[in-house]
């Protein structure tokens, strides 16, 4: 079955990000700096370029997509939580090119904000750590039911 | 006009939907054995394969897409509501294959879930109930202003 | 670094746009009457057209793509915010067409609503607005660290 937490609304940030940062990097250290263990984030915006990951299922490994062009970013959902000891980002985005097409996946290094304006809510509960998953070979949550 | 119903915010619940479940079924599961009559949904994570529905506004009717082959799952957004006296889950989903092409629909029966993390905001407020729209063909929520 | 200020949930509303609506001036109207500055918002549906824009990052300008079909809204993420005294809301959007395949951009007008359910999330907190910003040629929240 599915394992599902409590968690409660602790805190909410909003703002943006900076021109010409890693969208990966700049929301980890903000992370990092806020001391942010659990959260949920999401934010719009365009990216200069872009790196997204696939997630090879039969080989277990990730697929690096690189697109090289500006972007928009449609949506970036992700979450917030703990990896070796430290805040940790997994973040999904969804882009668009300037055709209108849509492209995505896990949101990787190399990925470079244009603009992009977020909202980060933070939360507080049971702490959510990942860890390696051998079923699935990803770092997943090790929670138990 | 628009109808808005101010809502709640209950409770917020966290956690990850297991390899193999159904996703539709899943979240439709935690929802009725969690009693949870409102709310909304968001997730990442990736798939096996998937089954999504695009209505076609003239003839009224769905029709299915089915992908597969795995895919990630860039964004779920779905609400909870009730329909036919259940909980019932809507949610529409953006996938990405592994050249990084986005796809995406209304999230239909048929999609497994590879991997799945989720938050599920449970809201309170009015009753948001489903009937059929005559203007639309779709099952609404039929609220009054 | 990035600018990124502490807001508060005050209200949230959720609901169903009208069929027949223009989506961007609907959502507007909403934040105008309701007297809402500062918020997020989140939506599924479908469109019977769309039409989104793409910024050019060397030109400076907003490209549109109109896309004169039935389309799903696989999500709807936007924010609200105060451009020249009033409510302003800016909102990215993915599409998906009767083949699955997903689009998207920037919420531009003309894209006319065919069912649509949204939460909109009342934020309180320090003012949002948008002024020009040199670097990217954009309206983008003009805040200090």
Same sequence: chains 1, 2, 3.
Avoid at 55 to 73: A, G, H, M, S, V
Avoid at 99 to 105: C, D, N
Avoid at 128 to 144: A, H, K, V
């Amino acid at each position: 079955m599915a394992v599902l937490k409590e968690v409660k609304q602790k805190k909410i940030i909003m703002g943006k990000l900076r021109n010409g940062a890693d969208l990966l990097e700049e929301l980890t250290d903000i992370c990092k700096k806020g001391n942010i263990s659990l959260g949920r984030i999401e934010a719009i915006g365009a990216v200069r370029k872009a790196s997204v990951g696939f997630y090879d299922q039969e080989k277990r490994e990730y697929l690096f997509i690189n697109i090289n062009e500006p972007l928009e970013i449609t949506n970036l959902t992700g979450n917030i939580s703990i990896k070796e000891s430290k805040p940790f980002v997994h973040a999904h985005v969804t882009l668009a090119d300037s055709k209108g097409r849509a492209y995505g996946g896990h949101l990787a290094p190399g990925t470079i904000v244009f603009a992009c304006e977020c909202v980060i809510e933070i939360l507080e509960g049971p702490v959510f750590e990942r860890g390696f998953d051998q079923e699935t070979g990803l770092s997943l949550w090790n929670m138990q039911e």
